[in-house]
């Protein structure tokens, strides 16, 4: 008779463990975005993702660090995404002002993502609770160097190196949050937007001239 070698189980084993983790996180980001932070229960995110109790809270042992946790999941998912697009979707060459355009729309568009409003949500519930805000912290920080990691890489060796660089993606991202945050109730096309004009003209003038 013959058995399985106690590897093979092993790695078999660690793939369920790190399926039902996912199927857990995507539950919570669905319902954060759906629901909001204080609709987005442990008993709502467990029957949508179809685990059990002891199993939600064999990989998540609160509430808020299954909510950071996953929003974070998915943003570092889509940032790596965004990195890994910046070389098919950002073609000028690197000291061509038409970088900047190009950057600059890629960037906007990471704005309108599930992660977005999922942060979003967590930044809401954040103001009314100390434990919220404990474990939203350190992670925030974390994905904060990842993204001006990958914007580097949208914006390229020469414009990233410039003094002001750092300064205008401080006013890019700061603007550019806020203006999304009226999409919530107001329905049209990022793409359109009257503000991508001026942040690209803005960009410009501090970046390639």
Not at 125 to 142: D, I
């Amino acid at each position: 008779m013959s058995r399985t070698p106690p590897a093979l189980t092993h790695n078999t084993q660690e793939r369920r463990t790190q399926a039902s983790r996912e199927k857990i996180l995507d539950a919570a980001v669905k319902c954060l975005i759906e629901y909001g932070y204080a609709g987005a229960s442990t008993l709502r995110i467990q029957e949508l993702a179809g685990v059990s109790r002891g199993r939600l809270l064999h990989h998540f042992a609160s509430r808020d660090d299954l909510l950071v946790g996953a929003v974070h999941h998915l943003a570092a998912g889509r940032i790596a995404e965004l990195k890994d697009e910046a070389t098919a979707t950002v073609r000028a060459a690197p000291d061509d002002p038409a970088r900047i355009d190009q950057a600059v729309a890629r960037m906007w568009s990471a704005f309108h993502q599930p992660y977005f409003w999922a942060s979003i949500e967590l930044w809401i519930g954040a103001r009314h609770s100390e434990e919220l805000r404990a474990a939203l912290g350190p992670t925030e920080r974390a994905l904060y160097e990842s993204i001006y990691e990958t914007l580097g890489a949208l914006f390229g060796p020469v414009f990233s190196a410039r003094a002001r660089y750092r300064q205008v993606m401080e006013i890019l991202v700061s603007s550019m949050r806020g203006a999304s945050m009226t999409y919530a109730f107001q329905s049209r096309r990022p793409s359109s937007d009257p503000h991508l004009p001026y942040w690209t003209q803005m960009a410009r003038a501090l970046l390639a001239e």
